[in-house]
């Protein structure tokens, strides 16, 4: 099957790459050619824009910073719905909402176009080695014929349900990830002023019951000064936005999701938006006026 994918940031080039390397045909479009060139190079061919990317396969893929940035490549002049053939499928891996996600469908829908919704999760790294989780929501016949794809850009796949299903719980892996970040910086700052070496209490904390996926991972980020987890303050922001959506919609008390969202909010404006969300723990490496530093680990995971 060829695939048309949009959307070729961190993430996205990722997910595409794994898409290459399993042998499937892929059309390639982003706002930046220069994210393109090494898939290019290793046989994606370049579209100018999203309809002729669609022009040019069976289902097309996007992977896209925000919900207004999914609905202009969808129904804009030069959009995926202006190429895609009724019957053909678009697929979005971008992190909405679900009524986003409805909507937009509906929209796709009355083009005779159907739509798939897979977001992921687990981090860019794990999309690199093409073993990211990915959360399908949709009808179950387009996830069967579309299984082998998302097989080869990741590792666990799930069928979360109908549409808008999988945006539910790919944002509650999100504010999971952000509480964590957050409380790793606090016990790593707790373990330092408490005069334990910082990498006996990472090693410790992995070893223990408080571990958790976010401390081995954003931790090392941490503690070797990159924090380059390639997920950004505006990323982050945003969808503790749509955490905190949901927790008004479904009448669930948000306690902890609502205080990160607050210091997310003094990271952004302390640090600015495109910084990586795992500087949020400078706050409190300001605040105690020390750093997280310690020796022997990578620069990126």
Request: hydrophobic content about 45%; charged content about 20%.
């Amino acid at each position: 099957m060829h695939y048309g994918f949009i959307g070729l940031g961190h993430l996205g080039r990722n997910l595409a790459g794994s898409l290459l390397r399993s042998g499937f045909q892929l059309t390639i479009n982003d706002l930046d050619r220069n994210n393109a060139e090494d898939l290019i190079a290793q046989g994606a061919r370049w579209a100018a824009d999203p309809q002729g990317v669609a022009e040019a396969v069976d289902a097309v893929i996007t992977c896209l910073p925000s919900p207004k940035v999914s609905e202009a490549v969808l129904t804009g002049p030069r959009g995926i719905l202006a190429g895609l053939k009724p019957g053909g499928v678009w697929i979005e891996m971008s992190t909405l909402s679900s009524e986003d996600v409805e909507r937009l469908a509906a929209i796709a829908a009355a083009k005779g176009v159907r739509m798939m919704e897979a977001p992921v999760t687990g981090g860019v790294h794990k999309a690199a080695s093409g073993e990211i989780t990915v959360i399908a929501g949709g009808d179950k016949d387009l996830f069967e014929i579309h299984k082998p794809a998302l097989q080869a850009m990741g590792g666990e796949i799930f069928h979360a349900g109908p549409l808008g299903k999988a945006a539910v719980i790919k944002v509650i892996t999100n504010m999971l990830a952000f509480i964590h970040l957050i409380a790793t910086g606090e016990a790593l700052m707790l373990a330092k002023q408490g005069g334990i070496d910082l990498t006996d209490a990472f090693n410790i904390i992995k070893a223990s019951s408080g571990n958790s996926f976010v401390h081995e991972t954003e931790g090392q980020v941490i503690l070797n000064g990159s924090y380059n987890i390639n997920f950004t303050m505006d990323l982050a922001v945003k969808d503790l936005g749509f955490a905190l959506g949901f927790g008004k919609e479904f009448g669930v008390p948000l306690d902890l999701a609502g205080h990160a969202m607050q210091t997310f909010i003094r990271a952004k404006a302390q640090y600015g938006g495109g910084a990586w969300s795992s500087q949020v723990v400078k706050l409190l490496e300001d605040a105690v006026g020390t750093d997280l530093r310690a020796p022997g680990f990578p620069a990126e995971l």
